[in-house]
């Protein structure tokens, strides 16, 4: 990883000045609140002291003008086929969504981060919440590592599929707190990075974050075995930030991702024949006289055929469906 790119500038100019137009593979940035976010510790008797000194606030009244040219130069650096992650929370979110709609950028889902311990309030709900907005540019291939994490056949304790839990579109993944250690204002998780950057990237992709703060993306993205850069304009968390990301060693996190064993399914994405899904209707009614239940008949449908279990479903509940019809016909 070169020292030039970390960047201690505004990333709307220095994007300008510095990153070539498609350079970029991913995208994960968490801006500037847009609330007076310097003061909030005043307001919710929140202890500073390990805090990094620096924190640049955007003000609320230029909020959407900064909002849409950070996401123009975002949608200009990122390749064709590239990924764009939005972390926001609720109170500026119109002017993220508004900014993302003046671009090219196609929204492909829109995440809950559900995390732990919100500020108290006695006269409203507990906020308690952050938006991720998952965002990708058109003209390219999109990655999305569907199996990096869980393969098809991975079950939780009540037999659920691991792969399809972890992704759902709301997730549940605590802040991390640090007592006693320099921490920039508002960091985000080591876990939820690991997430994106696990579904979202491959070794060797640049990862960009153009709000650095605790450069938190940036030393995920390194250990992960990525490249890495991004902007920070606070000169003190910068100067502190850039001298710690020196120390991670990269791919030093490839041991801690969980490496899930893919199953290749042989007939996935195949046109059935009628001669297929006559058989597949004969064997569910053979197999669940048996006794088993649907659950378990349409596991072992699914090795039988070399189908996907959604594939295998669908066919079946086709195949219900008309022996209902012929039922009520009385044929």
């Known amino acids: ?18 990153i070539q137009e498609g350079s970029v593979d991913l995208i994960i940035t968490d801006p500037p609140y847009g609330i007076r976010g310097d003061t909030l510790h005043k307001h919710y008797n929140r202890k500073e002291e390990f805090v990094i000194d620096g924190y640049i606030e955007v003000p609320v009244e230029k909020y959407a003008v900064f909002t849409f040219d950070w996401i123009r130069e975002a949608e200009r650096i990122l390749r064709p086929g590239g990924t764009l992650y939005v972390v926001s929370g609720y109170t ?7 900014g993302l709609a003046r671009t090219s950028l196609e929204e492909v889902n829109h995440l809950i981060w559900k995390y732990n311990f919100g500020v108290f309030t006695k006269k409203k709900y507990v906020s308690s919440h952050y938006h991720i907005l998952y965002y990708t540019k058109p003209g390219g291939e999109v990655t ?12 939780t304790e009540d037999n659920r599929s691991r792969n399809y839990q972890d992704r759902e ?7 991390e707190y640090k007592p006693g250690q320099a921490k920039n204002k508002n960091e985000l ?15 060797g992709d640049l990862v960009f974050d153009l ?3 605790s450069f938190s993306t940036a030393k995920v993205a390194l250990g992960m075995n990525r490249r890495a850069g991004g902007f920070e304009l606070s000169r003190s968390a910068y100067s502190h930030q850039v001298e710690e990301v020196k120390k991670i060693e990269p791919g030093s996190l490839l041991n801690e991702l969980n490496n899930p064993e893919i199953k290749p399914i042989p007939n996935q994405g195949k046109v059935w024949t009628e001669e297929e899904r006559t058989r ?3 064997r569910y009614r053979e197999i669940r006289a048996l006794g088993l239940t649907k659950k378990r008949t349409i596991e072992l449908l699914c090795e039988e055929f070399g189908r996907g279990r959604f594939a295998v479903a669908k066919v079946i ?11 009520v016909k009385g044929k």
Not at 148 to 154: L, V
């Open 1 to 18: 990883m070169t020292p030039e790119m970390f960047f201690n500038e505004d990333c709307i100019e220095g994007c300008e000045q510095h």
């Open 92 to 98: 500026n979110l119109i002017h993220i969504l508004n």
């Open 144 to 155: 999305f590592n569907t199996f990096s994490r869980f393969g098809n056949d991975d079950k």
């Open 169 to 175: 579109d709301v997730w549940a993944i605590n802040k």
């Open 189 to 203: 998780p080591k876990k939820l990075l690991i997430k994106l950057i696990q579904y979202s990237s491959n070794e």
């Open 211 to 213: 709000f650095l703060g």
């Open 280 to 282: 597949l209707g004969e």
């Open 317 to 327: 509940e086709t195949f219900k469906a008309i022996e209902s019809e012929d039922l």
